[in-house]
């Protein structure tokens, strides 16, 4: 069972759908690894549909994001119970349920954060996916990630979700209306844990929002009690986000170059004509940045149309910054 054999804390690389594809979760490994990966959210009636071939491109994985759990989600058990039987013998080590996001598609559809408000649907869902492990002949542990409330703090959500017999709970300190626009309510995280406390349950409580980097999360762990801790766009501000180390890495730019080369051909030889080239544009301000021109460099990189042209500029890039330290 992956959840008790991890540090305390753990630390997780969050689910980010457009972002954290395989490739990218092979560069976080290669920068810092976290304890733990999560795939992209994946509709569990997509996976039932037509269109599986395109939704199962999610689920692609190379042993070095491993330990990786699979994230779906859906509000009908039948296609939550079916998806879990298919993707538990995958060889992920995990299947987490997503009961927090507030995008208004996922919400309409009843998915996401509209679990908070439907517990009857979000306990069948729970039960659906126990039971899709079951039938699969594995046994991987059952997860959720959540927030804590719709549009205001919801104080019976957190309490029933323990009850169902989930081996880990995320908890996105925020609720849904408030995206993540205001300060994570940590506080409420913290309550989280002495719930679980109280009800002598085994879940392991992940807490996320805001967390910038492994020094961070320490002291989260210190301040509220969380077993283990989730970060997300901590990772966009510094690629060794997971860096436990006393003195963290501190990536020159030409460096973040590097890796931003790495990243560009392992997308072309890992999609090819699968997707498209501008999804690669997200990440060069990851990667562009720390250096006095950074910012026209980034136009140009972002006036790019394929993998060969943005190669081409970065040639000249490497060129023309030389050494540079990276600027504080
Ligand atoms: C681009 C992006 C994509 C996301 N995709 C997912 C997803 O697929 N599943 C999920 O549970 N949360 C998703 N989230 C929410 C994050 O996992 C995380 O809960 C949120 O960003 C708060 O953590 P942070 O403050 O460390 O970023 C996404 C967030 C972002 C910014």
């Known amino acids: 069972m992956i959840w008790q054999s991890l540090p305390r804390p753990f630390l997780m690389l969050a689910p980010l759908e457009g972002v954290a594809d395989t490739v990218f979760r092979q560069i976080v490994a290669s920068t810092a690894k976290p304890d733990l990966f999560v795939t992209e959210f994946t509709s ?4 039932c549909s ?4 395109i939704v199962e491109e999610n689920f692609v994985f190379t042993p070095v994001e491993q330990p990786l759990i699979a994230q779906i989600w859906g509000k009908n058990p039948g296609t939550v119970f079916e998806t879990a039987k298919a993707i538990a013998g995958m060889g992920f080590a995990g299947i987490d349920i997503n009961m927090g996001c507030p995008d208004k598609t996922v919400m309409t559809h009843g998915g996401g954060a509209a679990m ?6 979000a306990a069948q869902v729970i039960r659906a996916a126990k039971d899709g492990i079951n039938a699969s002949g594995t046994d991987i542990p059952l997860s959720v990630k959540t927030r804590i409330g719709i549009k205001r703090i919801n104080e019976s959500w957190i309490p029933f979700l323990l009850e169902q017999g989930i081996d880990a709970l ?6 849904a209306a408030e995206l993540s626009k ?8 913290g309550k989280a844990v002495e719930i679980r406390n109280r009800m002598k349950v085994s879940t392991m409580i992940v807490g996320n929002g805001d967390v910038k980097d492994a020094k961070d999360a320490m002291e989260k762990h210190r301040q509220y009690g969380v077993d283990g801790v989730m970060i997300g766009r901590g990772i966009f501000a510094n690629l060794w986000a997971f860096d436990r180390s006393p003195t963290p890495h501190v990536a020159a730019p030409k460096e973040l170059l ?5 990243h560009i051909r392992l997308f072309s030889q890992t999609w090819a004509h699968k997707k498209n080239y501008a999804i690669l544009k997200k990440f060069y301000k990851i990667y562009v940045n720390g250096f006095h021109s950074a910012t026209e460099w980034r136009v140009r990189c972002m006036a790019t149309n394929s993998p060969e042209e943005i190669l ?3 040639d000249e890039l490497n060129r023309a910054i030389g050494t540079e330290p990276m600027i504080q």
Not at 258 to 262: D, F, H, K, L
């Open 44 to 47: 569990a009636d997509g996976y």
């Open 50 to 53: 037509p269109g599986r071939k």
């Open 116 to 121: 908070i408000e439907t517990p009857e649907i």
């Open 170 to 175: 995320t908890v996105h300190g925020r609720t």
């Open 182 to 189: 205001v300060p994570a309510h940590w506080d409420e995280i």
């Open 258 to 262: 590097a890796v931003m080369e790495r």
């Open 312 to 314: 081409a500029i970065l």
